[in-house]
């Protein structure tokens, strides 16, 4: 074949290069004799027409090899081919025909397989299409195949049926309204049929059960898809109903799954562990008292299928009160909060954004935010109660609980999603909702939706404009949907078609977890209320933060926090646009305030550090160096001692903010502030990627604010010149382990001046020490930061400072080894670098003893941790729960690894560290602790540590106790990027356990 031949073909849509040889082939004198080669045209009239129908198919060539199959088949019956005379003659025939060859790799099969059935896409006689209504026709069945029996007969019928259905589908004969109702009813009527056939197997004389079969899911709401599992729930009339009920229900599963589709059963009640067939009374029983939200949420769609037709109305009217009450359940709250999650479950990655029915702005973000409002409303208004996703839509919005608009451009993104879904599954009869990404199955979909180039643009790419904004419209309104009629009912501003009543709207705050609905609405009314610019911004915001507020175990606080923050800077110019136009910042900011009283403590403190959310550089700790700098310059700024520190702690409040909010953002997903990308190509990390960073950073901070107050003090209280003065960090500031509500923890030392007044060198630094503390004490508006020297030599009885020598003299003769122990944190952390030097050096002989420990000093320890935990626990505290305390907690792996250190660090300087894993590493590295055992309390404490933090960051002030249940519970869990508080309650307490039987063995090895 020449050149000209195949452009001439391509113009018809046929494949150039090799396709269009095989194109030419097919369509020559060899084949389907509708070409002539030489002259490059149709042989006749009724050719061009035919190629011209050709050319309209979804894909061209795949119609051209199914129809040369289908004639070379009744070839191979030994029939004169009667297909081609009937699209010469029948045009409807012809436009059916075509699109399902050129649509349907999997119904072509069949046609090929089966050559005389294309009959039942003729038109009738009387003009019109074929019934494509979902109708069971077995009699065509047994005249169009040589099958025989009962089940191959309804087999075939079923395949004529939904060829009838999809021929309308891809030709415009019904819309997807229609094509979703005749998908259910075929549903209806081949569980009908195979009903019948497991009826009929029954034994001889057994009496026929009263068995109901109840569609459900999408059947149930008469919008099935062409390929997916058929949801059904069997009810029995009565206890003598049920053996023989149960065989029937078995067989019919059998049935349709060798006729049709698998049927799924599993949304009875008790799921697959559950009983096949229960009676109408067992069917209450269960709903009654075990039933979760979900449960009731599924009934929404419930609707009589097969069997016992009447016995299934009974069993929907029976339910129907209790499905539209089930909003006023005590757990609906959490049901629905977990049902939100659990959206896009299970959905590999890779894949998410290509799912239409999973993914963002897919199927089912429709799906539950329709169903929701029915279960909140349908309560009320039995107008919203029919099972359908459009009707109900419709219904919704003509109830006035959905904006007009709104609800047109979700049911406008449902029929679009819902005709994707349908054309990837008639491809090749499979369940998929993906997307595909190969150039060639895009460009076949984008034709079978009916999608054609334009200038400039291909019909994939049209496809793809067009998927796009509808998946963002779905996504913007899935909140929308649920918190724009809301703000409406409160706004005192016109709104069209919006009627939300207060009653409805107190319903619709209940189940998304408000306590007080009605302060909520009262917040609602002051932030949005009126005609000016910044109510209406507000109304643009509030859905989205409405929807975070939801999400947390307080939503009320939330919002009660938001517009705290909101009166004190709504008026500002740069607020409500920072909110509006900068990226994640809104979001951001309600997970803050819904998560943490801490932070949103902070924030209405300083509610101009909201600025910091905007850019995830801003939400990264602060190098030491810079700190310190920085703290030390505002201070100097000012010769007041009590402006200087003002300042200083105004710098410490604003750095506070910075890490509790990046710490409470960084297991939540897209709003994680992270670190850039490295020279090298490395992945983004969250700022703060774990508890040591965080606690690390926080005692940069303390640092930071002890030199400058230290810098302060001594501004005030010069002392003679020359005195040294230095700051030695202690307990977890000494670890670099702080946290949010930690004391500082110190050691005043001091070295006077050669041939200076010991006496009045000894005065002026404890004027020094003094004057530190009386700043960091004073009252001001931010966290304090107390400052505790009681870890000194003597504790409270002995004085607040010490020279270096009387420190040398004291842990020569009288130190304990407690204090020993105590002196495995210290670190110097401001003032004269020497001196702390000097300090340390001092000090690495009693805390690193070169023998390391005596029997007896080990039994003591041994004794002096059994006193701390029997009389340091709280009274009424659930040791397995108390994260400092408790077992297998913080205290029971820091005594373990200071024991190791204090017993071998003198002749192992690996050992010698302030921080906890550090050195319990170093031990596990030097064979001192078995690598399981290490691995054990690592895990330990540092779960026990991220609990303690986020207790501190749910509760707004300290607290060591992990309750058992309740809303602090769940916001710790949340905060820590779980779900369920259970699993995680589960969770501590075997890592506790694990964690406290590894200390035992550490600490009872033999001295």
């Known amino acids: 074949m020449t050149r000209p031949t195949r452009g001439r073909l391509a113009r018809y849509g046929f494949a150039e290069a090799d396709g269009g040889a095989r194109a030419a082939d097919l369509l020559g004198p060899d084949g389907l004799g509708l070409w002539r080669t030489e002259e490059q045209e149709p042989t006749d009239e009724a050719a061009g027409e035919l190629l011209a129908a050709l050319s309209r198919a979804a894909d061209p060539d795949l119609a051209l090899r199914q ?22 003659a029948d045009p409807g025939l012809r436009r059916r025909l075509v699109a399902v060859l050129g649509a349907s790799s999997a119904l072509g099969d069949h046609l090929v397989a089966n050559p005389q059935q294309w009959v039942v896409l003729a038109t009738e006689p009387d003009g019109l299409a074929p019934r494509a209504d979902g109708r069971l026709d077995l009699a065509a069945a047994a005249r169009l195949t040589a099958a025989t029996g009962p089940i191959p007969l309804l087999r075939q019928a079923y395949r004529l049926a939904l060829l009838r259905i999809a021929a309308a589908d891809l030709t415009g004969g019904r819309g997807l309204e229609q094509t979703m109702a005749a998908l259910s009813g075929l549903a209806d009527a081949t569980l009908a049929a195979a009903y019948d056939i497991a009826v009929d197997e029954l034994p001889e004389g057994a009496p026929r059960p009263r068995l109901a079969v109840v569609a459900m899911g999408k059947c149930g709401g008469d919008e099935l898809n062409y390929v997916s599992d058929v949801d059904v729930i069997f009810v029995a009339a009565g206890d003598e109903d049920l053996g023989a009920a149960t065989q029937v229900a078995t067989r019919l599963i059998h049935v349709c799954g060798l006729v049709a589709w698998p049927v799924d059963a599993a949304l009875r009640p008790e799921g697959n562990r559950g009983p096949l067939v229960r009676t109408l009374a067992s069917h209450l029983a269960y709903y009654r008292r075990w039933a979760r939200t979900w449960e009731f949420q599924a009934l929404l769609k419930a609707r009589p299928a097969a069997g016992d037709l009447a016995l299934a109305r009974e069993w929907i009217d029976a339910l129907a009160p209790l499905v539209w009450t089930a ?117 076949w979909l984008a034709a079978a939706l009916g999608y054609a180039a334009t200038p400039g643009r291909s019909a994939v790419e049209e496809f793809r404009a067009e998927w796009v904004t509808h998946a963002t419209e779905v996504r913007r309104l899935h909140a929308k949907l649920l918190y724009r009629p809301l703000l409406e009912s409160v706004a005192r501003v016109p709104a069209e078609g919006l009627r939300l009543t207060p009653e409805a709207a107190r319903h619709r705050l209940e189940i998304l977890g408000f306590a007080d609905p009605a302060g909520a609405l009262r917040h609602l009314q002051a932030l949005t209320g009126g005609v000016s610019r910044t109510a209406a911004i507000q109304r643009t915001l509030l859905p989205v933060l409405l929807s975070e507020f939801a999400d947390a175990p307080e939503p009320d606080r939330g919002l009660l926090n938001y517009r705290q923050v909101s009166d004190k800077l709504g008026s500002t110019p740069w607020y409500l646009r920072l909110l509006r136009d900068s990226g994640p910042v809104a979001r951001r900011l309600a997970r803050v305030l819904s998560s943490s009283r801490y932070a949103a403590d902070l924030l209405a403190r300083e509610p101009e550090a909201l600025r910091l959310l905007a850019e995830d550089t801003e939400l990264t700790p602060r190098p030491r160096e810079v700190l310190g700098e920085g703290f030390t310059a505002a201070a100097a700024r000012h010769d007041d001692p009590v402006e200087a520190t003002r300042a200083v702690r105004a710098l410490r409040r604003r750095e506070l903010v910075r890490l509790a909010c990046a710490d409470v953002l960084s ?4 709003l994680a502030p992270l670190t850039p990308r490295t020279a090298a190509g490395g992945g983004r990390v969250p700022t703060l ?25 001594r501004a005030a209280q010069p002392g003679p010149p020359g005195l040294r003065f230095a700051v030695i960090g202690m307990g977890r500031l000494g670890g670099c382990e702080s946290n949010y509500l930690s004391d500082a923890d110190v050691l005043f030392v001091y070295d006077p001046p050669p041939g200076a007044d010991e006496r009045a060198a000894g005065a002026a630094a404890h004027a020094i020490a003094e004057e530190l503390r009386r700043l960091l004490s004073a009252p001001a508006p931010d966290p304090p930061l107390g400052v505790d020297a009681d870890l000194r030599p003597e504790g409270r009885q002995g004085p607040l400072v010490r020279s270096l020598a009387a420190y040398a003299q004291y842990y020569a003769r009288w130190s304990k080894v407690w204090e020993a122990q105590a002196l495995l944190r210290a670190r110097f952390v401001c003032g004269d670098a020497d001196l702390g030097a000097e300090f340390e050096a001092m000090i690495d002989p009693v805390r690193y003893p070169a023998g390391g420990l005596t029997r007896e000093q080990v039994v003591e320890i041994r004794r002096i941790k059994a006193r701390v935990e029997t009389e340091r626990l709280p009274r009424g505290a659930d040791p397995a729960t108390h994260t400092k305390l408790g077992r297998g907690g913080l205290a029971d792996v820091e005594w373990a690894v200071q024991l190791l250190q204090l017993r071998h660090a003198g002749r192992l300087p690996a050992l010698r560290g302030t921080r906890t894993l550090d050195a319990l590493a170093a031990a596990r590295d030097a064979g001192l602790v078995d690598p399981e055992d290490a691995a054990e309390m690592a895990a330990g ?15 707004g ?44 063995r550490v600490l009872d090895a033999p001295a």
Request: proline fraction near 5%; avoid cysteine; charge should be positive.
């Open 667 to 670: 297991r939540a997903g897209a």
């Open 957 to 1000: 002030r300290a607290g060591d106790q992990l309750p058992r249940h309740g809303v602090e519970l769940a916001g710790v869990v949340r905060l820590l990027g779980g779900d369920d508080p259970g699993e995680f309650l589960d969770e501590y307490l075997r890592a506790g356990r694990r964690s406290r039987a590894a200390m035992e």
């Open 941 to 955: 404490w540092t779960l026990a540590a991220q609990v303690r933090n986020a207790l501190m960051l749910v509760r």
């Open 689 to 713: 990627a774990d508890v040591s960073a965080v606690g690390a950073a926080l005692s940069d901070v303390a640092d930071a604010t002890l030199a400058a107050a230290l810098r302060t003090a």
């Open 67 to 88: 129809l040369h199959r289908l004639v070379e088949a009744e070839r191979r019956d030994g029939e004169k081919p009667a297909v081609l005379d009937a699209l010469a």
């Open 327 to 443: 909003a006023e359940r005590p757990e609906a709250v959490e049901d629905v909060r977990a049902m939100r999650r659990k959206i896009i479950d299970n959905i590999p990655p890779k894949e998410l954004e290509r799912e239409i029915k999973r993914g963002p702005g897919g199927l089912r973000d429709i799906e539950f935010a329709v169903q929701l409002l029915q279960l909140v409303h349908g309560r009320g208004d039995e107008s919203l109660r029919p099972p359908g996703t459009i009707p109900a839509l419709r219904a919704l919005v003509a109830g006035g609980y959905v904006g007009r608009a709104d609800g047109e451009a979700l049911l406008r993104g449902y029929r679009f999603l819902r005709g994707v879904e349908h054309r990837l599954q008639l491809q090749g009869l499979r369940r998929t909702h993906t997307v595909p990404t190969e150039p060639a199955a895009l460009r």
